[in-house]
């Protein structure tokens, strides 16, 4: 059984840190390319970051870009996040995502965990 | 970077009431198009991919059609169990961006 299980977030002041994890399970991590979408509370999905199987292409929302980092540990079955800069609008829930094989189709999603950008 | 308008924002009908939900690209997009279903509380669930493909263990009520711009995400007979927020999302370009989303309730 696939299983995507989020760790990482909280409460953090405004222009802080916080690095996410997505542990993964149930299939060969290293074969699919992952994402995180975020969801603000009361608000619509929104997607944040991609990596590829390999690590050799990466692509982020500009809403992000420069603050966060996506990055991933195929030995470790591991997915991460590093944020960074930390704004209010950033306060969401994070979900990390399995792209299908068709690819751009998020077929998996873990059960989030939620980042709360506040002083 | 590619808009998609849902409509309706919301809906509410009855069971077994067929429901409509439409996607519409700000451009051409070929088949490059998802739809999710999001319950409350929960993380979001793909029912559709390509436009119109069931994705495995979707019930065969929900159905998707369209291409270029203008898709359908149609539930044939509404069940209770379908009371969610669906979402429409293109993969033709980075980055990736969904609708808004359509809440649908029981009426």
């Known amino acids: 059984e696939v299983q995507l299980v989020e760790s990482g977030g909280g409460l953090v002041n405004p222009g802080g840190s916080l690095r996410l994890s997505c542990a993964a399970s149930g299939f060969t991590f290293s074969s699919f390319n992952m994402n995180w979408v975020r969801q603000a509370p009361g608000k619509g999905l929104e997607w944040v970051s991609s990596?590829?199987?390999?690590?050799?292409?990466?692509y982020n929302a500009d809403s992000v870009k420069g603050r966060f980092t996506i990055s991933r540990d195929n030995a470790k079955n591991s997915l991460y996040l590093q944020m960074n800069s930390l704004r209010a609008e950033d306060t969401a829930v994070y979900y990390c995502a399995r792209e299908g094989a068709a690819a751009g189709d998020f077929d998996y999603w873990g059960q989030g965990t939620l980042v709360t950008v506040s002083s | 970077d590619i808009q998609m308008t849902q409509s309706p924002s919301s809906l509410s009908a009855s069971v077994g009431d067929r429901v409509t939900i439409t996607c519409q690209a700000s451009?051409?997009?070929?088949?490059?198009l998802n739809w999710y279903q999001q319950k409350a509380g929960k993380a979001p669930k793909l029912l559709i991919y390509d436009a119109s493909n069931l994705q495995t263990g979707v019930p065969s009520r929900f159905s998707g059609s369209g291409s270029g711009t203008d898709f359908t995400l149609i539930i044939s007979s509404l069940q209770p169990e379908d009371i969610a927020t669906y979402y429409c999302?293109?993969?033709?370009?980075?980055?990736?961006?969904f609708g808004q989303g359509t809440k649908v309730e029981i009426k």
């Open positions: 990596i590829n199987s390999r690590s050799t292409y990466i």
């Open positions: 999302q293109q993969y033709d370009n980075i980055p990736r961006t």
């Open positions: 451009q051409d997009i070929s088949n490059y």
